[in-house]
């Protein structure tokens, strides 16, 4: 097959969180598949100079947005065998420092630069000469390209039909704007519908996608059905529901080549399973030094790395440390977002110097030495489409304490549920005496070392390989181009 995905982010050019992780190893897996795969992402700030093999194709972008032309241009990067990159250059919309955000603050301006980006990648699926058969859209950025294609084709711009899949990873964000940016897509106002894009008086970019994709698919099978209940479904779940014949939740596969524990330049001692004692303690004591705690390899080190943002369970994961500071463990936290949960975190590190490390920022290496130091890795998610995070955990032999939520739920094994298969810690009520009561349960395993280390044994074992996932994308692109009359057309 030739697919062409569209990603607002992509490791290693630009990342803010999984999705970066998941669509580079998605890209990198279906051409080692044997397919042809092109990625287009945005050319941020700092890429060139970064990569400085990213080549400028000869293609001037001049695309619509209402009256305004806006001028772009098309660099590329052939990464691998089969896999190619194309980074759309727009230095007013894209050469900024920050990827959504600046200093925690959205940047005004995110629909008309994801407007723009979506027509370069409907443009690019259109006119690339390797003719892309089906493209993949990821999250509200580019959920409009589905819609401007079918456009496309039904007013008879497209030689062909090109079917697309929408992957949600966050329903949360939506793209949600006022209906007066409706005007920048160019499209007739008859899609300003509540059947179509509009969303209570705005235009909602990512039910466009949910409306207009082909297939759709989410990142894990309990997220996928959690975002067609009230609770979950962030007021889309009336629209998910009726396209659920094609929806599916494909969990996310975690990339070892980057994520694992022997062969990894962040961490000064690396170990395998035969030596995970030897090197987890050797990695906690160098942490605990970096961080400014006490170096002693026998307190119960627990963890947290991720987006500060109310999704992921600040509000009652601080008050939980706060009370199980007083003990003798230590809490290492690395994250940043909202004013409100870095400042509770500046204050637990205040009133427990030396038993917090804090870091307040962005840190892929120490995300590493973090996860690879600690005992515990905290994730009391109030929802999670998947999670990357207890995966990466998993690997490093670290054991996740998890909300029973999305993909949270479908990769961690509690004691409960296995005995001998267990690697981990879930709790179901979002609550902060149920974390407590389940921090206080791996505490006690902390200290039964035999049921410690089978668990620790069976976490570095839990295997989420991308080849599997990458499979079950195959599997619905396939549905898509037999949806759109491809049937036994795909190339290989
Ligand atoms: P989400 O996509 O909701 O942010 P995931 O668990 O799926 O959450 O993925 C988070 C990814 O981002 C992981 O690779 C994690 O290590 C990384 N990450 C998040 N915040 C930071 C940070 N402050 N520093 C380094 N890495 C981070």
Known sequence: MKILLATSEVYPYSKTGGLADMVAALAKTLARQGHEVGVVTPLYGSIRENYPEIKKMEWVLELPLDWHQIQGGVYYLNVDKGLTYYFIEQ????????????????????????????????????????????????????????????????????????????????????????????????????????????FYGNFNFLKSGIVFADRLTTVSPAYAKEIMSAEYGANLNGVLSQRSNVLSGILNGADYEVWNTSDNPALQYPYTQRNMAVGKAQNKELLQQTMGLKRNRKIPLFANIGRMADQKGMDIMIPVMEDMLAGDIQFICLGNGSDRYEGAARELQKRFPHKVGLFVGYNAELAHQITAGSDFFLMPSRYEPCGLNQMYSLRY?????????????????????????????????????????????????????????NMRKNAMQADFSWEQTARHYEEVYKAALQGAGFVGKESA
């Open 91 to 198: 230095e007013e919309f894209f050469d900024r420092p920050g990827i959504y955000q600046h200093e925690g603050k959205d940047y005004p301006d995110n629909p008309e630069r994801f407007i723009f980006f979506s027509k370069a990648v409907a443009h690019l699926a259109q006119f690339l000469p390797w003719r892309p058969d089906l493209v993949h859209v990821h999250d509200w950025q580019t959920a409009l390209v589905p819609l401007l294609l079918k456009h496309s084709q039904g007013i008879g711009l497209l030689d062909r039909s090109i079917p697309t899949c929408l992957t949600i990873h966050n329903l949360a964000y939506q793209g949600v704007s006022p209906a007066k940016i409706f005007a920048l897509t160019n499209l007739p106002w008859v899609y300003f519908s509540p059947a179509s894009t509009e």
């Open 397 to 453: 032999g670290t054991l996740p304490i998890v909300r029973a939520t999305g993909g949270l739920k479908d990769t961690v094994i509690d004691l409960d549920e296995s005995n001998d298969g267990a690697n981990g810690f879930k709790f179901t009520t979002y609550a902060s005496q149920d974390l407590a009561r389940t921090m206080i349960r791996a505490l006690s395993v902390y200290y039964s070392a035999a049921v410690f280390r």
